[in-house]
T-cell receptor, first 115, second 114 residues
Framework: AQSVAQPEDQVNVAEGNPLTVKCTYS??????LFWYVQYPNRGLQFLLK????DNLVKGSYGFEAEFNKSQTSFHLKKPSALVSDSALYFC?????????????WGAGTKLIIKP | NAGVTQTPKFRILKIGQSMTLQCTQD?????MYWYRQDPGMGLKLIYY???????DKGEVPNGYNVSRSTTEDFPLRLELAAPSQTSVYFC?????????????FGPGTRLTVL
């Protein structure tokens, strides 16, 4: 069965430090991988995606993610955290052969950036 | 463009009542989705649609119904509200195409069933 795991419910980082939000997946075939962000009382917003090609994907707000096929991971990273990055982050996956664009979602990781 | 809009923003229902959550998108997207988000959980897909007149069940369809008479609108119907349906509901849309998987989300409807 397809699944996505975000092993940390919460990640705390000091402002200016690098941050990593972890995501691992299980899917048959080649995956499409996504990160979305949810600010309080808002809908989810797309950050970045991996479809194919370069394993390092750059997205919005200075975020990037690295696809690691051998470790089935797609960790979200940022070199220098901002207080405004504090939000809920979701990883999602789908099989590239699925024509209905259904995504399987992780449970989310709350990122807290402290000044 | 307004993107994806949802109404109402908040609603309190009594057990057994019914209501319709409205969702409209103005991006001419073919694909539309309804999710529910429970505390500490990821999004669960309720229903989805790949175009006007076509709908299909997602992971948690029980207690809900949908229709898609136009490309723009994808209402979600709760017929007999139950406390287990207390959740935040998100509507999303996506364009058709193998390289355009990004889903665009509405602001959500917070529903409480008492």
């Amino acid at each position: 069965a397809q699944s996505v795991a975000q092993p940390e419910d919460q990640v705390n980082v000091a402002e200016g430090n690098p941050l990593t939000v972890k995501c691992t997946y299980s899917v048959s075939g080649n995956p499409y991988l996504f990160w979305y962000v949810q600010y309080p009382n808002r809908g989810l917003q797309f950050l970045l995606k991996y479809i194919t090609g370069d394993n390092l994907v750059k997205g919005s707000y200075g975020f990037e993610a690295e696809f690691n096929k051998s470790q089935t991971s797609f960790h979200l990273k940022k070199p220098s955290a901002l207080v405004s990055d504090s939000a809920l982050y979701f990883c999602a996956v789908r099989r590239h052969m699925d024509s209905n664009y259904q995504l399987i979602w992780g449970a989310g990781t709350k990122l807290i950036i402290k000044p | 463009n307004a993107g994806v809009t949802q109404t109402p923003k908040f609603r309190i229902l009594k057990i057994g009542q019914s209501m319709t959550l409205q969702c409209t998108q103005d991006m001419n997207h073919n694909y539309m989705y309804w999710y529910r988000q429970d505390p500490g959980m990821g999004l669960k897909l309720i229903y989805y649609s790949v175009g006007a007149g076509i709908t299909d069940k997602g992971e948690v369809p029980n207690g809900y119904n949908v229709s898609r008479s136009t490309t723009e609108d994808f209402p979600l119907r709760l017929e007999l509200a139950a406390p287990s349906q207390t959740s935040v509901y998100f509507c999303a849309s996506a364009p058709r195409g193998s390289s355009t998987d990004t889903q665009y989300f509405g602001p959500g409807t917070r529903l409480t069933v008492l």
